[in-house]
């Protein structure tokens, strides 16, 4: 992390927001704060950050919203921070696009592991992909070596890791980071059997992951953005309850 990255803080409460301002500046970013829902997203269209955490109450808007609101414009990572226990407010912050959730009280230490993970990958960007990869590209790639271009893995499905792009039969599928490289470490591998905890490993990179959780949503919403970009396939699909293989269409 360094001060090329910029992050945004959205938090009513001057504790947290105080706590979050000095981590992330001590990690090298450059920080800017809000305190409501309405100025939040203004200051996320002016600094366009790399990185917002967005607290779930706010007093003029739920987060939730807030993250809806911001997905039209911004492809910056999202933590959602939440001082409630209910797995529904966690559900629905990871489905409107959040990347990942801190629970309150949460520890420095914490913060500067799940950024980290986060900022380790390249952002979405504003590349869009209108053509197959040429015929002598790879049609499968590894996860770890991360490919050039755009790789067509079949059934009209083509992914470019480079910038996180997903497209399907010409149109882009609108996934979130996280949902991006869980799809591209899947369909590097095309039927290969991944555990829920490789992919943790693959994806994230860190500490602190509540694996079957954060997989099986992300996962879910990968499945319904194809099924909405008009793909009757069955991409993934799941192993036994205990993981996911890609299958070409």
């Known amino acids: 992390m360094t001060s090329a990255h910029r992050a945004v803080i959205v938090d009513d409460d001057d504790d ?18 809000a305190s409501d829902g309405v100025s939040a997203l203004q200051l996320i269209r002016d600094v366009q950050p790399d990185l917002v955490t967005l607290d779930l109450s706010l007093p003029d808007m739920d987060g939730t919203d807030v993250c809806r609101a911001l997905r039209e414009f911004s492809d910056a990572y999202v933590v959602m921070i939440t001082g409630r226990d209910a797995e529904i407010d966690r559900l629905v912050g990871l489905e409107v696009g959040a990347d990942d959730y801190m629970a309150k009280p ?77 799809l591209n470490a899947l369909a590097s591998r095309p039927g290969t059997g991944w555990e829920r905890g490789d992919l943790v490993r693959e994806v994230w990179q860190g500490e602190f992951i509540e694996s079957d959780f954060l997989v099986d949503v992300h996962i879910g919403n990968v499945r319904r953005k194809l099924r909405r970009a008009g793909s009757d396939h069955n991409w993934i699909r799941t192993i036994d309850g205990s993981g996911y293989i890609f299958e070409v269409a």
């Open 16 to 33: 947290i927001r105080d706590l979050l301002v000095h981590v992330l500046e001590g990690a090298g970013l450059e920080v800017s704060t």
């Open 106 to 182: 949460f520890s420095p230490r914490e913060v500067r592991a799940r950024v980290s993970a986060l900022l380790r990958r390249p952002r979405l960007g504003a590349v869009a992909v209108s053509a197959p990869v040429p015929d002598d590209d790879p049609t499968t790639t590894p996860a770890a070596s991360k490919p050039r271009g755009p790789v067509d893995v079949g059934g009209g499905l083509v992914l470019d890791a480079a910038h996180h792009v997903a497209v399907l039969d010409g149109e882009r599928v609108m996934l979130t980071p996280a949902e991006f490289d869980l």
